[in-house]
């Protein structure tokens, strides 16, 4: 884990780069501890995943045939 000024380079179990965790803009907010269930939040690709779904779903929607 490297450390620049308020960034956290994550790696996964085979050392390869998996995430990037910023910390700047709670420094700026004045924020030292973060909420509860912070480390619970989704990666980028889970978030791709699921933004994905839903706009297929609201599109799906919004399109079906009757």
């Known amino acids: 884990m490297s450390e620049v000024k308020g960034v956290t380079f994550k790696k996964d179990a085979m050392g390869n780069n998996r ?5 700047i803009i709670m ?7 973060y909420p509860d269930g ?7 690709d889970e978030f791709l995943s699921e933004a994905k779904t839903m706009l297929r779903k ?4 919004r399109n079906k045939i009757s």
Do not use: H, P
């Not at 995430?19 to 910390?23: E, K």
């Not at 420094?27 to 501890?33: A, K």
């Open 19 to 23: 995430y990037i965790r910023t910390d």
């Open 27 to 33: 420094q700026q907010l004045g924020v030292s501890q």
């Open 38 to 44: 912070w480390e619970n939040g989704l990666t980028s």
């Open 58 to 61: 609201k599109f799906d929607d």
